[in-house]
């Protein structure tokens, strides 16, 4: 009866033990088939500046074109060394090849006589052959226009660089009035979120002074619309806030729906600008000049390099020839000596190709002092809306200032009984709009001065 007893007794235990076991084994699975939630990612400016100029794709590319143009310069300077050719030719003669040799061909010499003595033929059979030919050629006069061809690739290469600046400098603007747009949509859905809660709190005051019959049903209804309004825009703000974030996600190359987060703005105070120094700054920094006044050169080179085409080409040229199982053929013949040629008469046709290559330098002049005018234009459009957004943020910062103002003296006078709640309510609500007005009036000065930087190329 005793071990009985003891053996029920070790029963629970042990099964316990075996769960307890169990437990333990299926722990780590458990836990990693549980998914930690993920933190938004907590972007900066800064940081998102950098990562479009890393891993946008418009910006690759240009590295790329920019890679391009160096090969371009390495091609065009290996035409300065040697080329080298060489052909080998196997084939089979269709028939035979009968090659006639007049006697004295070689010469008629007092103790031989004529060699050969008589007209004498020389066979091949048709049989198999190989004729090879090597050659190597030196370019002499044409070293010139090979050294202004070279001219001509760097300068692509310098104009490539330029566009890379162009794109850098318009991808940072981009970047940066995106950012804004996303910071203006997240501070007009947080002021939609607190003029909503505001008119729940009046939605309920009315239906109470409805049921106390101090305040008519129209009344109460007219906060119900209300709050059907600011519904319906909190889901367009939200609509607005989801796109302008997946812009931003592409255009720093990476999946439009990474979740993150952006910080507020900061203050910013009003700063005077400099249009002098700005506008002399873009005329000698924008990309867009320094492309016109490379395309100046380039011209400029392309017409040297058609001119340089009157020379004569000279080289020196390094020649074999052999032929095998040919008779009467030599196998082994070589040469060195200068190849001169000249196209003498063209019909005036460099003559032409030279006017307009001048049109195309007459061309790029004027297309440069276009593209002066347009940018000194622009730094003076970008100038004067940063001065009007500068007023404007001065105005609303004014305002917001009184509707605080109208808060405190709204809260002191309901907390003392002089004030109705919905007084107090009324000058929350124009609070928040104040708020949400004044971080527009700061975004579009944050992106007008972005406009302006980037007109006047500052860095």
């Not at 029963?11 to 699975?29: G, I, Y």
């Not at 501070?187 to 709190?201: G, H, I, K, P, V």
């Not at 607005?240 to 720093?252: F, H, P």
């Amino acid at each position: 009866m005793t071990t009985k007893s003891t053996m029920e007794s070790e029963e629970p235990r042990t099964t316990a033990r075996v769960a307890a076991v169990l437990a333990l084994l299926l722990l780590p699975a458990s836990l990693q088939s549980q998914q930690l939630p993920t933190v938004p990612e907590d972007l900066t400016l800064e940081q998102a500046v950098a990562l479009a100029l890393q891993e946008n794709r418009g910006i690759k590319m240009a590295r790329l074109e920019i890679e391009k143009s160096e090969n371009g310069v390495a091609i065009s300077r290996t035409y300065r060394l040697p080329q080298f050719d060489l052909n080998v030719f196997e084939a089979q003669f269709l028939d035979r090849v009968n090659f006639t040799v007049p006697a004295g061909t070689w010469g008629v010499y007092p103790s031989t006589g004529p060699l050969p003595a008589t007209r004498t033929a020389v066979t091949t059979p048709a049989h198999p052959f190989t004729l090879v030919t090597a050659k190597a050629v030196q370019p002499l006069s044409r070293l010139h226009g090979i050294m202004l061809n070279i001219r001509l690739r760097g300068l692509e290469r310098d104009e490539a660089q330029e566009k890379l600046k162009e794109q850098q400098m318009a991808l940072i603007n981009q970047v940066r009035k995106l950012y804004y747009g996303i910071v203006e949509a997240q501070s007009a859905l947080a002021a939609n979120q607190t003029s909503a809660a505001t008119l729940r709190e009046q939605d309920r005051v009315a239906a109470e002074n409805v049921v106390r019959r101090t305040a008519l049903k129209s009344d109460e209804l007219e906060v119900k619309a209300r709050i059907a309004r600011v519904e319906y825009e909190a889901a367009t703000l939200q609509h607005e806030l989801a796109t302008r974030k997946e812009q931003l996600n592409d255009v720093m190359g990476r999946d439009p729906h990474l979740e993150y987060s952006l910080r507020p703005l900061p203050d910013a105070a009003a700063t005077d600008l400099d249009l002098a120094a700005g506008l002399a700054r873009a005329l000698s920094e924008r990309p867009e000049i320094k492309e016109a006044r490379l395309r100046i050169r380039q011209a400029q080179t392309d017409r040297d390099m058609k001119k340089s085409e009157r020379i004569p080409e000279v080289t020196f040229d390094l020649q074999y020839f052999s032929a095998f199982r040919i008779n009467l053929l030599p196998q082994n013949v070589g040469a060195a000596g200068f190849n001169l040629k000249w196209d003498v008469f063209d019909w005036g046709r460099r003559r032409r190709e030279l006017a307009n290559k001048a049109i195309v330098i007459d061309q790029a002049g004027i297309a440069l002092k276009s593209v002066e005018t347009q940018v000194a234009a622009e730094v003076e459009i970008q100038y004067r809306k940063v001065e009007d957004s500068q007023r404007l943020l001065s105005v609303v910062r004014t305002a917001q200032t009184a509707a605080r103002e109208g808060v405190r003296i709204a809260s002191e006078r309901h907390a003392q009984g002089t004030a109705l709640t919905k007084d107090l309510m009324e000058a929350q609500l124009s609070l928040a709009e104040t708020e949400h007005q004044y971080q527009q009036a700061l975004t579009a000065y944050l992106s007008a001065r972005a406009d302006f930087d980037k007109a006047t190329a500052a860095h």
